[in-house]
């Protein structure tokens, strides 16, 4: 097919667990020609769920892409994980695409992580639509899931179909476009459908559904809006375009029913993608910098500007050992061409281009503006760099990732795992970028951390079965933090010999409390009437960041403060930058001791689903482990709680609500923030690390 930017959309599909986001796309993939077989998640079918662990769990563990066409559109999609553990997938999937769409269920609605989902993309700016899914569920609500989007979400919801039917009785939509209705085929599994007109008694229902759309989205098109003042009836291409132009800008979200099991509601949503989403040409210029300058720089979507991407994602891969998911969003790349990675300042050759389904690849021998596409060969590349044009670099800005809340000691089993261990904490954290590990210095023990039980479970499991390296795994711990209360001030001179060097740095340093979730920030705050070499300024500066993984009290990463270098004093012969990094961070070691410290502990955000006749006894158990509660509501699946709760007491908790509910009752959990650790809690943390 020849290549037109017009006629790209890179869409991701995003969903709370269970809203059944990944069932969604193996329709979207069966209706498109892409796959000829229906995959089911609950019997481990799913294409896009290729994963060993996926398969088993029923779950999505890992963002896959995916390449298909609609209608002579090509649609490069992402199905993102919707468990929380692995919300990183769903960051970085929506840093590089143009658009999403979001599922959310008819029964639950807006639920915890669907609220998480909605926030990255308004961080990203991405242009959404929604689709109502599992309309044929019993509990199914359209109307009150659209005003939940509204309600939890402060989106201007405007549904563009309504369901025939809620429940077992759902059939069809009634499209408020062209005012008919689509009913279903079941012996086709939803292949095929048939337009007819809307049924007389939900004829007023259509009607006033209808203009509730157009008043919507009427001011949005001068043509529309004359219409709509005139009182004539809009032709479906003007009442399109108002729709695709409010949904590119952000003015509303377009809301769409359907059951993805039940085949139900799936083709007017591709029609949606492709009629409403914008392609890369709709999204403004993405903009860098430059790598030496620090000037701003544009990058228009063309394949004859110079050649810019953005890697988002590395994976290992059993053939091709490393493939870095790339989106190009200008220039053109091509098997065999270098190009620079602005970080390292070192230039990648691209051995091998691949269009991607899954774990499935399609060698290709060039890729053009616009495209998203897995490069093999690359070794300098981590998740959020740039790769350039040489002679045209620009620099798009890196990616921030969560802090990691948990962790675990972890050991080779063998002498001979040893080694191959280390290489795999290697392959897994170039893959994610929430994954880490460190020897504690105290005890010489491994430490690997996460973002929950499950996403180090998963891990660990993967080091088992694709690295081939036997471990032994202690208990889940949970990764405090320190920080201070207080400000203080110390200076720290420099002046020994070391080996046969004379070295001289003084350094001042102040620290004070700053905003929560700020981590550590470092600044100059002095005035000095010799110029202090940038060079000593950096490598004070550099003292302070080395010393922020071990605070104070019991170890722990610092966080929310403030570090000031308030003084600077150097002797040209005897200061060096190895001087000025080891003052500064003696001086603000002695400045945080004295800013009274303290210790944070993450707390989540939780929602437990149970039903009725057990509230009792799951209020009683989730208030014994310090929960605070946020609210109950009532839907017709059970009662929902809403509660923080220190993380430190939900180990555990999954046999414990399954033993009060027997196995009716289920939970997410999700980081809301750190808070200050109690006295009472410290005390015995601190006894229990000293082995008290």
């Known amino acids: 097919m020849k290549y037109d930017i017009s006629k790209i959309r890179n869409i991701g599909i995003a969903a709370h667990i269970d809203a059944g986001k990944t069932t969604t796309t193996e329709r979207i993939l069966y209706y498109v020609g892409k796959i000829h077989r229906i995959g089911e998640v609950d019997y481990g079918t799913a294409q896009m769920d290729w994963m060993e662990q996926e398969k088993e769990r029923g779950i999505t563990i890992t963002a896959a892409a995916t390449t298909f066409f609609w209608n002579d559109y090509q649609i490069n999609l992402i199905d993102t994980p919707g468990h929380v553990d692995f919300t990183v997938e769903v960051e970085r999937s929506l840093r590089a695409l143009d658009s999403a769409v979001i599922v959310i269920c008819a029964v639950s609605g807006v639920e915890p992580q669907t609220e998480t989902i909605w926030r990255q993309a308004n961080n990203y700016n991405i242009p959404r639509i929604v689709f109502v899914n599992k309309m044929d569920r019993m509990g199914a609500d359209f109307e009150r899931a659209v005003q939940m989007l509204e309600d939890n979400l402060n989106a201007k919801a405007v549904p563009i179909n309504i369901p025939i039917g809620e429940e077992e009785n759902f059939r069809g939509i009634i499209d408020l476009i062209s005012m008919k209705a689509l009913i279903w085929n079941d012996e086709s599994f939803g292949a095929e459908f048939d337009t007819l007109p809307i049924p007389d008694e939900l004829l007023d229902d259509a009607k006033f559904a209808r203009e509730h759309l157009l008043e919507s989205i009427a001011e949005y098109d001068d043509e529309l809006l004359e219409c709509f003042l005139e009182e004539k009836t809009p032709e479906p291409e003007l009442i399109m375009r108002a729709i695709r132009e409010g949904t590119i800008h952000h003015n509303f979200v377009p809301v769409f029913a359907g059951s993805a099991l039940k085949n139900k509601g799936v083709q007017p949503l591709l029609d949606a993608i492709v009629d409403i989403l914008p392609a890369p040409l709709d999204i403004p210029p993405v903009k860098g910098t430059h790598p030496k300058t620090g000037d701003i720089i544009e990058r228009k979507p063309d394949s004859d500007t110079p050649f810019s991407a953005l890697a988002f994602k590395i994976a290992t891969d059993p053939y091709v050992d490393r493939l870095t998911y790339t989106r190009i969003y200008s220039g053109m790349m091509k098997v065999g061409g270098q190009y620079l990675n602005p970080r390292t300042e070192k230039k990648e050759r691209i051995q091998k281009i691949f269009r991607m389904h899954a774990n499935k690849r399609v060698e290709l021998k060039k890729s053009f503006a616009g495209d998203v596409v897995a490069i093999a060969g690359l070794r300098t590349i981590s998740t959020g760099d740039t790769l350039c044009d040489i002679h045209k670099p620009i620099a798009f800005e890196s990616m921030e990732f969560p802090e990691s809340v948990i962790f675990v000691a972890i050991e080779a089993k063998s002498k001979a795992d040893e080694e191959k261990l280390y290489k795999t904490f290697q392959r897994l954290e170039d893959e994610d970028p929430t994954f880490h590990h460190r020897i504690d210095p105290e005890t010489g023990q491994t430490i690997i951390s996460g973002m929950g039980e499950l996403h180090l479970e998963i891990l660990v499991d993967r080091m088992v079965r694709e690295f081939d390296v036997e471990v032994n795994v202690g208990k889940p711990q949970v990764a405090y933090r320190e920080t201070v209360i207080s400000s203080a001030r110390s200076k720290y001179t420099l002046?020994?010999?070391?080996?046969?060097?004379?070295?001289?740095?003084?350094?001042?340093?102040?620290?004070?409390?700053?905003?929560?979730?700020?981590?550590?920030?470092?600044?100059?705050?002095?005035?000095?009437?010799?110029?202090?070499?940038?060079?000593?300024?950096?490598?004070?500066?550099?003292?302070?960041?080395?010393?922020?993984?071990?605070?104070?009290?019991?170890?722990?990463?610092?966080?929310?403060?403030?570090?000031?270098?308030?003084?600077?004093?150097?002797?040209?012969?005897?200061?060096?930058?190895?001087?000025?990094?080891?003052?500064?961070?003696?001086?603000?070691?002695?400045?945080?001791?004295?800013?009274?410290?303290?210790?944070?502990?993450?707390?989540?955000?939780?929602?437990?689903?149970?039903?009725?006749?057990?509230?009792?006894?799951?209020?009683?158990?989730?208030?014994?482990?310090?929960?605070?509660?946020?609210?109950?509501?009532?839907?017709?699946?059970?009662?929902?709680?809403?509660?923080?709760?220190?993380?430190?007491?939900?180990?555990?908790?999954?046999?414990?609500?399954?033993?009060?509910?027997?196995?009716?009752?289920?939970?997410?959990?999700?980081?809301?923030?750190?808070?200050?650790?109690?006295?009472?809690?410290?005390?015995?943390?601190?006894?229990?690390?000293?082995?008290?």
């Open 495 to 692: 002046d020994k010999m070391l080996g046969n060097k004379h070295l001289y740095a003084v350094v001042e340093v102040e620290v004070e409390p700053n905003d929560k979730g700020s981590g550590l920030v470092v600044e100059d705050s002095f005035s000095s009437d010799i110029e202090i070499p940038r060079e000593f300024r950096d490598a004070a500066k550099r003292g302070i960041l080395s010393t922020k993984d071990s605070g104070p009290i019991a170890g722990y990463p610092l966080m929310d403060m403030l570090a000031k270098i308030t003084y600077i004093e150097f002797e040209e012969e005897h200061s060096t930058e190895m001087a000025f990094e080891m003052a500064a961070s003696q001086a603000f070691s002695q400045s945080v001791r004295d800013a009274d410290p303290v210790l944070l502990e993450p707390v989540m955000k939780i929602e437990v689903i149970v039903p009725e006749q057990n509230l009792g006894d799951v209020m009683g158990d989730l208030s014994s482990r310090g929960a605070e509660l946020q609210g109950i509501d009532h839907r017709s699946d059970g009662e929902i709680i809403n509660a923080i709760v220190p993380l430190s007491e939900m180990f555990g908790y999954t046999t414990s609500l399954r033993s009060s509910t027997q196995g009716r009752g289920f939970f997410t959990m999700q980081f809301s923030h750190y808070r200050r650790l109690p006295k009472s809690k410290e005390q015995k943390l601190l006894m229990k690390i000293k082995g008290y």
